[in-house]
């Protein structure tokens, strides 16, 4: 009896634990590292690494690149130990969480995650073994992670504007009527001579053609964010990777409903058995990026809005070399100018800052033109010699801006900046900038308008801002401020801005704008040493 008993009771415990190892999936992955051949660090988990932005004008950002470390790649290291002979099945993740929408939210597709450089590239297997082995690997965080096809285009090196090409669009626009006539009203529209609307046509026509192109994966349209990254190891056996879908193998691809997928989102609210394990880093990376004020300013053909201009100022950092459109952070920026906007001056030179220009001699000056209506009326002006009133000094890592004065009996206003070619999506901005003095010491404002701009950086269909659903959604930069706007608005449009802006000017709103309210705020802008900055979120 007893033997039978301890025979029956030794079966049912093999028979049990045969039933717990069958259910189990036999591997477990531990010691994960993304980090493994980086070192810098602030704290134990927390490792900082500044951008290389050598080639990233045309190339985009690669994080780290081949001067920072060997092969321009993290290192990975995990442990794998297989209690059965089987092959295994890994692929890491990577997600920028300072700018982030929450996991689960309809729009956290839009976060900046990644994985391998080719987003088709799916889990790597691991040779079929048994027992515990050691899997190093590598990775890099770049620029269009999902391979998006809306971010392709011409290879940044062909993208340039030749002669040869502005003569070819020039002809065909001459020779095709309706295009033609169009350009003629276009240049009566914008007040403009018919060559400069040609010139800004053909340029258009360029530009379109490149972006039209799809044989480039243009990594720097969708640039790694700044911000801390957090790193995401999956593990699983042949049965675990039956259970992810198509579009979590392969970041690239949608879903049945035609939407990205955040693969954290996928692992962080699915429950999965023994056959999927999911390990997170404790190790940040925390990115930032400093732009090279001393690497040059580059004259963008792409940007110039006027002809006739002058290469008489080019020199070795600043022009059209091949070496600054590969190389060079800035480019000179070529304003827009509206010419339904007028400006209204008298015909007087003066430095009103620096010879003190008096309020009575302000006042004096106003009554005698108001009374002879000799007044200057112009539209400011872009510069007609490149490089002439920008510097990029490599020496001391600065640019500087000039604004130039005007020469006896030349009436004008010029505008005159510089604009970063490498663009970011989220951010804190921090700039050391020296403003010209804008008022006299008897409170006389000498017309200079300071500005500090974070502007969008094409206007593309792969730079959409996010479509808008409401009634009146966008209302594009160049339609007038009036009430009769509303109905130009756009679903969706490029343009967008937050621009500091340092002037003088009043605190308060115009009289108008309050309607019959009778006590509106109000001051004399004339009667005190203040200046206004403003910030407009376009």
């Known amino acids: 009896m007893l033997k039978a008993f301890l025979f029956r009771f030794l079966s049912l415990a093999l028979l049990l634990t045969a039933i717990i190892s069958c259910s189990k999936s036999g ?3 531990s010691a994960f590292d993304p980090l493994s051949n980086y070192s810098k660090k602030i704290n134990d988990t927390l490792y900082e690494i500044t951008t290389n932005l050598e080639n990233a004008v045309l190339y985009g950002i690669e994080i780290p690149t081949v001067k ?13 130990n297989n209690s059965e002979k089987q092959r295994l099945f890994y692929k890491l993740y990577y997600q920028n969480t300072s700018y982030m929408w929450p996991l689960g939210d309809s729009l956290d597709g839009e976060n900046f995650y990644g994985s391998w450089k080719e987003a088709a590239q799916e889990f790597k297997a691991t040779d079929e073994f048994e027992g515990e082995q050691l899997v190093t690997d590598s990775f ?3 620029g269009n992670p999902r391979d998006e096809r809306l971010y392709f285009g011409t290879d940044p090196k062909d993208y340039v504007i030749t002669d040869t090409a502005l003569a070819f669009f020039r002809k065909k626009i001459l020779m095709e009527s309706d295009w033609h006539e169009s350009v003629v009203k276009k240049a009566i529209q914008n007040k403009v001579p018919e060559d400069e609307q040609i010139l800004f046509e053909s340029i258009w026509a360029i530009a379109n053609r490149f972006e039209n192109d799809s044989s480039y994966n243009n990594r720097w349209k969708r640039n790694p964010r700044v911000g801390n990254y957090k790193f995401m190891l999956v593990v699983c056996n042949a049965k675990g990777l039956s259970q992810i879908p198509d579009y979590v193998k392969n970041i690239g691809k949608k879903d049945s409903t035609g939407t990205f997928v955040n693969p954290f989102t996928f692992f962080t609210k699915n429950k999965f058995d023994n056959n999927i394990q999911v390990l997170h880093s404790e190790k940040v990376l925390k990115v930032t990026s400093s732009l090279d004020l001393g690497s040059g300013i580059y004259v963008d053909r792409f940007k110039i809005n006027k002809t006739g201009l002058s290469q008489s100022c080019y020199n070795t950092n600043c022009g059209e070399s091949e070496k600054l459109r590969y190389h060079a952070q800035f480019a000179q920026y070529f304003h827009h100018i509206n010419k339904n906007w007028e400006f209204v001056n008298v015909k007087e030179i003066r430095d009103v800052a620096g010879e003190n220009l008096t309020r009575e001699e302000y006042k004096k000056l106003i009554s005698d033109y108001g009374k002879s209506q000799n007044f200057v009326h112009a539209y400011s002006n872009i510069t007609d010699c490149p490089c002439k009133t920008v510097r990029s000094d490599s020496i001391q890592n600065k640019i500087e801006i000039f604004n130039p004065g005007n020469q006896a009996g030349e009436y004008k206003k010029e505008h005159v900046g510089v604009i970063s070619r490498i663009g970011y999506t989220y951010g804190k901005w921090c700039a050391k900038i020296k403003f010209p003095k804008l008022i006299s010491e008897d409170n006389v ?6 500005a ?6 094409a206007d593309a269909k792969w730079n959409m801002r996010r479509g808008c659903n409401a009634e009146i959604a966008y209302i594009p930069k160049h339609i007038p401020d009036t009430p009769e706007s509303v109905k130009e608005s756009k679903k969706q449009i490029t343009y967008s801005e937050i621009d500091f802006e340092i002037l003088k000017e009043s605190k308060y709103w115009a009289k ?20 206004t900055i403003c910030c407009t979120n376009w």
């Open 140 to 142: 890099r965080i770049q």
């Open 27 to 29: 591997f477990k992955a």
């Open 68 to 80: 920072q470390l060997p092969g321009g790649q993290f290192a990975i290291n995990f442990k794998l």
């Open 452 to 457: 500090y701009w974070l502007i969008f950086q």
């Open 445 to 450: 404002w000498n017309g200079i308008t300071s």
């Open 512 to 531: 108008s704008t309050y309607g019959d309210v009778k006590n509106y705020p109000s001051e004399d802008a004339s009667a005190n040493n203040d200046i």
